[in-house]
């Protein structure tokens, strides 16, 4: 079964930048479609980004441009944050889709102060 691990939060600064990591107990990513959401205090879950087993990308309006998800050849997604505001401030989670199925981490936290 996969096995999804989230890493890189923490606490930050209004400008400043993180890079999340997620790294699965296999090498699935080249074969699926994995992603990044996020949950705020008393909000939805909500998409953040996309990358395709082809490689292609896909990103919410409210992070285009400040947001990049991408992958290694091996076994890890990454999302590369820059320009954070405070309404980013939420637990990040990684998920592949596998079929039908969507396999999801634990989530790594995620607060920007003003």
């Known amino acids: 079964q996969v096995r999804l691990v989230e890493s890189g939060g923490g606490l930050v600064q209004a400008g400043g930048s993180l890079r999340l990591s997620c790294a699965a107990s296999?090498?699935?990513?080249?074969?699926?479609?994995s992603a990044w959401y996020r949950q705020a205090p008393g909000k939805e879950r909500e998409y953040v980004a996309r990358i395709l087993a082809n490689g292609g990308t896909d990103y919410a309006e409210s992070v285009k441009g400040r947001f990049t998800i991408s992958r290694d050849r091996q076994n890890t997604v990454y999302l590369q944050m820059h320009n954070l505001t405070p309404e980013d401030t939420a637990v990040y989670y990684c998920?592949?889709?596998?079929?039908?199925?969507?396999?999801w981490g634990q989530g790594t936290q995620v607060t920007v102060s003003s």
């Open positions: 998920a592949v889709t596998l079929g039908p199925n969507v396999v």
């Open positions: 296999g090498n699935v990513f080249r074969f699926a479609v």
